[in-house]
């Protein structure tokens, strides 16, 4: 009986939460990375290098690194409902800025302001999460959230494409059309937020008495057994070594996911293809990452391993690297790109099941803020590093042998912190 109580309870909070934050991720990733199609033309128009559309792809992160911590700690004081709305609102309204661009310095700010606006988004929904869903439920869970991501590559790279087709269209560019429509969805569904979300168990009235009595037992029940004596204040989280280590993971995979999100367009471009061309054949590998990454996250709460799970699709991801910086044909580029995406995805629902083994309460939400402010800086590192590359030595290889190179030290600290915590191996 209690068996079937917390399946029938999961299935219901999962139908009623997850689908949801699935749609606001969706809309967040598109306005992080659909500068990677505004590039094709806004490039040109505001005279931007290869190097300057990297280092203003990624000074993003910078907002993101300075009011990660405090924006989720207001999350968890204020609740998810008033601060998501927040954040989308406003990271809605910077985003159509964007349109308004003349130069590469005010480019530079409102990416920067961008970053500051969004901050507390992603790590606010992991901890969020980490609410509603016991651990042992908790990779399948993120891998269904973290599923947006790819999806609105998929669907976003033909939309966005298709957007710059706009070009003229009452005197503005194609670019400037992409930022504006793409926007208005954050600032709708920000209102939506402040109406549809629950902040936590105890306030589901949309849950049976029962369900909502066996849910607030047992995260009551789970937070206690993670209190080993240390305190569950916002300093263990930002203290904590195994923080500090599962940010130099995170930042490996960042500096992949970025990777693909802002130059994946540029290097299909290189085939000679057209933009709505580049928006399909972009769409391709994200399609088929979405299966891997839901089917390897099922297996990893399956057999309740992490580490390993996050290893293997680290190198994965690494040796797609590689193997994109030495192919020039289409169908080798694509496949390339497509292992890429595929080991990316995967490693990072059983990353983000390890914080919350170990945090809860304030701590868990300034770690998880840690982890992804420090760990997004490969937001950063990766895409500047590909723009400067290219633009010394007219390639993207050494660039994408850098970010394979993260993507390896990634891997050899989630081993080493195995070793260090022995309810991980």
């Known amino acids: 009986m209690e068996i079937s109580l917390e399946k029938q309870t999961i299935r219901r909070i999962t139908w009623r939460i997850v689908p949801f934050i699935m749609l606001l991720y969706f809309i967040a990733y598109i306005d992080r990375v659909n500068m990677g199609f505004a590039s094709l033309t806004m490039n040109k128009d505001l005279g931007l290098t290869a190097s300057m559309m990297g280092f203003g792809a990624g000074i993003f992160f910078w907002g993101y690194f300075l009011f990660e911590v405090p924006s989720n700690i207001m999350l968890h004081k204020v609740g998810a409902r008033v601060w998501i709305a927040r954040v989308m609102i406003t990271w809605g309204i910077v985003s159509a800025c964007m349109a308004f661009v003349e130069s590469p310095s005010s480019f530079y700010i ?26 042992r439920h908790s990779a399948g869970v993120v891998a269904l959230f973290m ?121 299909i471009n290189q085939l000679g293809v057209s933009s709505m061309q580049i928006g399909f054949l972009n769409a391709i590998p994200p399609s088929v990452s979405v299966i891997a990454m839901i089917l390897w996250s099922r297996h990893s709460d399956f057999t309740g391993e992490r580490i390993w799970h996050v290893i293997i699709a680290c190198l994965f991801a690494a040796a797609g690297l590689v193997l994109a910086g030495n192919t020039e044909g289409m169908i080798g580029l694509i496949a390339a790109l497509t292992v890429v995406n595929i080991g990316i995805s995967c ?32 937001g950063l590192a990766g895409p500047m590093m ?38 991980w191996h």
């Open 110 to 135: 409102l990416r920067f302001l961008l970053g500051a606006s969004e901050a507390g988004f992603f790590p606010g929904i992991i901890l969020y999460l980490s609410y509603w869903f016991p651990a």
């Open 147 to 267: 599923a947006a991501a790819p999806i609105s590559t998929a669907l976003g790279s033909p939309i966005s494409a298709g957007l710059l087709e706009f070009d003229g269209v009452m005197g503005l560019h194609g670019w400037q059309w992409l930022f504006i429509l793409e926007s208005l969805p954050a600032v709708l569904l920000g209102i939506v937020v402040f109406f549809y979300m629950t902040d936590r168990p105890v306030q589901a009235t949309w849950l049976k008495n029962d369900e909502r009595a066996w849910l607030v037992a047992e995260m009551n029940q789970e937070a206690a057994s993670k209190n080993t004596g240390s305190p569950h204040n916002f300093l263990r989280g930002l203290f904590d070594p195994r923080v500090l280590a599962l940010s130099l993971v995170y930042f490996g995979t960042s500096a992949g996911l970025y990777t693909l999100g802002i130059w994946a367009p540029q290097i």
């Open 347 to 378: 490693a990072k629902p059983p990353l983000w099941s390890l914080p919350t083994t170990f945090l809860s309460g304030a701590a868990a939400a300034s770690g998880i803020a840690i982890i992804n402010s420090i760990g997004n800086l490969g």
């Open 386 to 423: 590909i723009g400067w590359i290219k633009s010394s030595t007219g390639s993207y290889k050494g660039g994408l042998y850098f970010v394979a190179g993260l993507l390896v030290v990634s891997a050899l600290t989630t081993f080493w912190l195995s070793r260090k915590d022995t309810r």
